[in-house]
């Protein structure tokens, strides 16, 4: 998602020609700047994820529980994943979590935005009102639904129960629980979406637009034709950055179910943290951790390559 | 609806109704009547919460529910923590990226280019591979159960530095170069010219490392477990076992910890959206 803006403008000033020693000194000179500049932030931010990553790598092989001495199993936790129901279940959940919320948050956040997008009257009302939830944390969202969907007190039932539909279980019911945690996660998420998209729909050149139109291409065509290309990158990087999301969702799953009810909520970072701070498997905990750090990463990559192939296939 | 009455209005704007309204009104509705039901039920009294049906407007305004959290939780101490937190985490960010984020910009030095790399690819590295290393790490630096636990993941990051040299990076390079041939040293040419030109670069940091530090549950919530030391959100989440129906005092610690970034949302909302839409030009 990054890679098309890293290239530097390289103008390398043209030193004069001097001698061994004083170049030598003028590029030590240069290393302690650059790195003055560059290396706490760096240091900092490399220290606390590459070193606890390969700590991580290195407690996955073994049987530990923070106290006793650790037992080195060699891969033998990595081979205990496949015949791990709980996992697999967490997994599936993870999964249709996934397919649920990506999909969703993308067409309504494209929707939002360009209802957003409109001349219209009390159109900053509605951008403020969209957009207010993300600024909530996932704590308060988490209690707030809570309440909203409690079965007995909340006004979700209510609302069902003057429209004359029965009441519900919602984050009770174990077959509901995925759907309602998409429905909060989406409520403080399309804001965000809708604001990157409405970027990017003020940098859609008019005359691109016009030219359609002049063209007699119906307004339904041009939404069809003209905007959604152009905003292709964008919806490449919006998908990639909400699956990355979704896969780690961890605090709302947290604060609005614990994984329950009967674990039917239980994705596979909530898994990973009962793992390591209610059961203390700390190697097997993170044996799963690096196991979701894999497919998170190859579907990554697999979503970042097909958009290139069809950018290709496009031009 | 209220949509058809409070368009025709604005008459000197001359808009005629739209159909999105039909679409906008009841989304806005969606999205802003749970937070608004939020502040009605904090002053609600529980007699009110447990009538059928359900009431969204209380009967009479109470304060129990504030007056139980001030007094059955620390929740000013929670408030201050959080305070603390953010505070911390903006200062480190502003210094910390923007120094790094300069230096990846525009100057050139030895292994300037794997330092960036590796900088860049920790993005990838997931945060529930890091909880159970660095909560070891933070036992073994004897600094689990303190608020430093909180704020040194965020003291800079990937992204924070990243955008930071994005922005550089389109800045004009021939300021600097003036400053430099006048005599300026690398520090005092970025500190003199190019501090100044990246006010809306540092606020946009400013904005999510507030939002983010401010919100964060992860670190807190694994790293400390002596209540004087919680944060606003793993304090609120300790609610939800002892106090699960108690919803007015539940309500009243969740606009405590909301209030104060949702005011300032809207009051600086143009900036604030201003903010988001950079990062998303910049990406």
């Known amino acids: 998602m990054v890679q098309s803006t890293l290239e530097a403008p390289r103008t390398r000033p043209e030193g004069v020609r001097s001698g061994r020693q004083r170049r030598w000194r003028r590029s030590a000179g240069r290393a302690a700047t650059g790195w003055a500049f560059a290396g706490p932030g760096t240091l900092l931010v490399v220290g606390l994820s590459i070193f606890p990553a390969v700590w991580a790598f290195l407690i996955s092989r073994t049987r530990w529980n923070g106290i006793a001495p650790a037992r080195d199993l060699g891969w033998d936790n990595y081979r205990g994943m496949v015949e791990d129901p709980e996992l697999w279940e967490s997994v599936r959940h993870t999964l249709l979590l996934t397919a649920l919320f990506v999909p969703s948050s993308i067409v309504l956040g494209l929707i939002v935005a360009i209802a957003l997008s409109q001349p219209i009257a009390l159109i900053r009302f509605y951008r403020t009102c969209i957009f207010v939830p993300f600024v909530a944390s996932a704590a308060a969202t988490g209690i707030l639904a809570g309440y909203v969907f409690n079965p007995q007190f909340g006004s979700a039932n209510e609302l069902l129960r003057r429209l004359g539909l029965p009441a519900q279980q919602f984050l009770e019911d174990p077959k509901q629980v995925l759907i309602v945690i998409c429905l909060i996660a989406l409520w403080g998420q399309i804001g965000f979406v809708a604001v990157i998209y409405l970027a990017a729909l003020q940098d859609i050149p008019k005359d691109l637009v016009e030219a359609a139109t002049v063209d007699g291409a119906s307004r339904w065509q041009v939404f069809w034709h003209v905007t959604v290309p152009a905003l292709r990158p964008v919806t490449v990087f919006t998908g990639v950055w909400q699956t990355i999301t979704v896969l780690q969702l961890f605090d709302l799953v947290f604060t609005t179910t614990r994984g329950g009810p009967l674990n039917a909520s239980q994705t596979v970072v909530y898994y990973v943290y009962e793992l390591a701070f209610h059961t203390q498997r700390y190697g097997y905990g993170s044996a799963v951790a690096y196991g979701l750090f894999a497919f998170t990463m190859l579907l990554t990559v697999a979503m970042i390559l097909y958009s290139r192939r069809a950018k290709v296939e496009a031009f | ?283």
């Open chain 2, 1 to 283: 609806m209220a949509t058809t009455t409070v368009a025709p209005t604005r008459r000197r704007r001359r808009l005629p109704f739209s159909p999105w309204h039909l679409l906008l009104m009841p989304l806005s509705l969606i999205f802003v009547l749970p937070l608004v039901q939020m502040v009605l039920t904090s002053f609600m009294t529980s007699a009110d919460i447990n009538r059928f049906p359900p009431r969204i407007i209380p009967t009479k305004l109470s304060l129990a529910g504030y007056e139980a959290l001030f007094a059955e939780s620390q929740i000013l101490r929670w408030l201050l923590n959080t305070v603390v937190v953010a505070t911390i985490s903006i200062v480190g960010h502003l210094v910390l990226c923007s120094l790094a984020g300069y230096g990846f910009a525009r100057l050139r030095f030895p292994g300037r280019t794997l330092g960036f790399f590796a900088m860049v690819a920790t993005v990838m590295v997931p945060i529930q591979l890091l909880m159970i290393p660095t909560f070891l790490m933070f036992s073994r630096l004897g600094i689990a159960n303190t608020l430093a636990t909180a704020f040194v993941p965020w003291l800079a990051s990937a992204f924070g530095i990243f955008l930071m040299r994005q922005f550089f990076l389109s800045l004009p390079r021939e300021l600097e170069e003036a400053a430099r041939l006048d005599g300026c040293n690398a520090f005092g040419a970025f500190r003199r010219i190019v501090l100044p030109l990246a006010k809306p670069a540092l606020a946009t940091l400013a904005v999510f490392t507030l939002l983010g530090s401010w919100n964060d549950l992860v670190w807190p919530l694994i790293a400390i477990s002596d209540e004087r030391w919680y944060t606003l959100q793993v304090g609120l989440t300790t609610f939800q076992g002892t106090r699960r129906t108690q919803f007015e005092l539940l309500m009243a610690g969740n606009v405590v910890a909301t209030m104060p970034l949702l005011i300032g949302f809207v009051l600086a909302q143009r900036w604030f959206v201003a903010s988001m839409t950079f990062t998303g030009l910049n990406r």
